[in-house]
């Protein structure tokens, strides 16, 4: 099985993957390890700049035993220019037990998936999807609600490059959030209902969650002074106080403080920046342990 897509997956496998990060979170907090994928190996490859997932899959391999290798795709032959086709059939040949892969076309993941027989999870594909991301967001909602269950989220921000959005909308709605979407209207994508209105998309909301915006996809300028962004779109105390009192705050990171989202609302005590973080590590346990534990 791989995940590259939300859809990827049944609503059983979805919960035994909230089920199981929940496990691994507490476990992590411990500092218990596990064995259950010993002598296995996970290839990591790379192909678009990360801190937060690159690691959080490598100590989750470790964490289960397994083995983390880590492409250095700018010192590997894909500068000398070898096709992503042949990367991935010449990886294969190595018999890895995953492979994550993260790239920026669109589509990628899917078709390193059909060459290679060990499951390869979507780490991020351009403006695809990032399923991990959205099931530890899942996740860290669920811990601090008890349920995902009729939650008002508002995701604000660069929705038309976010890989991010993507995934969240189809996992929080299956789960049964209300989403909304606000964003500058060049960054709302023709696709999805959204709001040019951050205020009105975080009104009454139960968590916010703010998007970088994606400079590094689009050829188009913002044309935006310093500042602007943050004044008009950004999530500044004020307009956090427009959510509900128990509001939480949620940003996959990186983040641009003072672009999209003011420092004080960051480091606010309702900020679980930091949680969906360790909750990165625990849910891509979960996913490795889905993906590879069960073909053991
Ligand atoms: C995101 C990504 O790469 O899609 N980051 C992440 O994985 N936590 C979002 C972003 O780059 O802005």
């Known amino acids: 099985m791989d995940l590259i897509s939300i859809d990827s997956l049944s609503d059983e496998q979805m919960s035994i993957l909230l089920e199981t990060g929940d496990l691994y979170a507490r476990q992590n907090r411990d500092g218990q390890v596990s064995t259950k994928l010993v002598g296995r190996t996970v290839f990591n490859l790379f192909y678009e700049n990360s801190t937060r997932t690159a690691m959080s899959f490598a100590v989750a391999a470790a964490r289960l035993g397994a083995q983390p290798l880590t492409l250095s795709v700018e010192r590997s032959s894909a500068k000398k220019g070898e096709t992503l086709e042949d990367t991935a059939r010449t990886l294969g040949a190595m018999l890895p037990d995953a492979v994550v892969l993260r790239h920026r076309e669109t589509g990628a993941a899917a078709e390193v998936a059909a060459l290679i027989e060990c499951p390869v999870i979507n780490a991020g594909d351009g403006t695809g999807e990032h399923p991990t991301q959205a099931l530890l967001d899942a996740l860290t909602l669920r811990q601090q609600?008890?349920?995902?269950?009729?939650?008002?989220?508002?995701?604000?921000?660069?929705?038309?490059?976010?890989?991010?959005?993507?995934?969240?909308?189809?996992?929080?709605?299956?789960?049964?959030?209300?989403?909304?979407?606000?964003?500058?209207?060049?960054?709302?994508?023709?696709?999805?209902?959204?709001?040019?209105?951050?205020?009105e998309a975080v009104s009454g909301s139960d968590a916010v969650m703010m998007l970088r915006v994606q400079r590094e996809r689009s050829d188009e300028e913002l044309g935006d002074a310093p500042g602007e962004y943050l004044a008009n779109y950004g999530l500044t105390l004020e307009r956090l106080g427009l959510a509900a009192p128990h509001a939480v705050v949620l940003h996959p990171g990186p983040m641009n403080r003072g672009i999209e989202i003011a420092d004080e609302v960051a480091d606010h005590p309702r900020s679980l920046i930091l949680r969906q973080v360790e909750n990165g590590v625990a849910m891509r346990m979960a996913v490795l342990d889905l993906l590879v534990g069960s073909t053991s």
């Open 145 to 199: 609600f008890g349920r995902v269950e009729g939650l008002t989220i508002a995701i604000c921000g660069d929705i038309r490059h976010s890989r991010v959005a993507r995934s969240n909308i189809k996992l929080l709605q299956r789960l049964g959030a209300n989403v909304r979407l606000a964003g500058p209207p060049s960054l709302l994508p023709n696709d999805l209902a959204g709001s040019s209105s951050i205020e």
